[in-house]
C-alpha cells in the first residue's frame, strides 16, 4: 500500500522544526528514522497531513556524558549507541537493550528519540529510561520541559508529548560501579517485538541487595517499575529464594491484556519467568564490570 499524500519538511534547526510543527496545528507527524511511522502511513494507519523530517538537523545526534549522565540527541542511531564505547562503560544495560532491538537494518535507522516517543509497550527503550530512572527533554513553542518515564509514557502508543513539540534528548544516569544487570525478554522469532521482557539491575554483594530496579515491557499498556519485588530484594538479599520470591511477585504486580499474540495469563508467567532469570544473570555480573 501506498501512504496518503502529504506534504513534506526537511528543516535544518530545531527552532524551524517547531515553527512548522506549529503551523499545521496537530496534522503534522515528525519523522526519525522511520522504523515505526513508515510502516504506519503506508498501511494508512496515520494519515497526517505533513511529516516533518529531523534527519536534515546534524544537532540532534550525540552522545555526550554530563554531570553524572550519558546525554543522547534524539536522531541517534540505535545502531551508535549499539557499539558506543561509553554505553558499553556507562550505561551496560542500554547497551544489551540495543541488541535486542529489531533487526541490523532497522538499528541503523531506527532513533532513540523515535523509539520512545512511539511509547511501543514491547520496546527495550522505554523499560530501559523507566529502569535507569531516566529523563527526557522536550522543546515546543511553549518552551522546554524535562520529564520522568512516569511523566511521559500515558498508554499503548501514547505520550504526554503535545503535536508541536519534539522530543530533543534522552537523559540517562550513569549506573553505579559494579551494578549487575540483565535484559531479558522473550519473542517468537528472533528481531520481532517481545512478548514480555525484564530490565534488572541489581547493587550489592553477597549477604545485601542496596538497591534493586525491575522493569517490565509488554505486560501493560506502558513500562512498569516493580517496585514491591524490588523492595522484597533490598530488604531480603540475592539468595536463590528470595529472587524467587521477587520473581512470584513481580507476576502479581504486572497486568497484561491478552492481544492475538499471547493471553494475560502466559504474559503474567512470563514476566515471572522472566523476571528470575533476569535476577539470576544481574546477579552474576555484579561487581565483575
Ligand atoms: C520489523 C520491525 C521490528 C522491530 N522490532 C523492534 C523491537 O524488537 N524493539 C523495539 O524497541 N523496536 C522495534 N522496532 C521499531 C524500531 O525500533 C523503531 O526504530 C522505533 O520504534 C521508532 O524509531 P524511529 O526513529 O524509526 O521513529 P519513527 O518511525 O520515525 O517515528 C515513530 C513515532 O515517533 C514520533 N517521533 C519520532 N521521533 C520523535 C521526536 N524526536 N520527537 C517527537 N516525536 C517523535 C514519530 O512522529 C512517530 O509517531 C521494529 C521495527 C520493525 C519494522
Known sequence: MKPVVFDYHAPATIDEAIAVLARYGGDAKVLAGGQSLMPLLNFRLSRPGALVDLNAIPSLAYIREHDGEVRFGAMTRQRTIEFSPVVRSRLPLLAEATALVGHLPIRTRGTIGGSIAHADPSAEYPAVLAALDGT??????RGERVLRSSELFRSYLTTSLGADEILVEVRLPVMPAGAGVAFEEFSRRHGDFALVGIAAIVVGNAQRCTMARLVSAGAGPVPIRMRAAEEMLERDGLSDASVDAAATRAGELVEPDSD??????????????LTGRALRRARAIMGGR
Open 136 to 141: 527526557v527533554v522536550v522543546r515546543g513553542p
Open 260 to 273: 492475538i499474540h499471547a493471553s494475560a495469563a502466559y504474559r503474567r508467567n512470563l514476566t515471572r519467568v
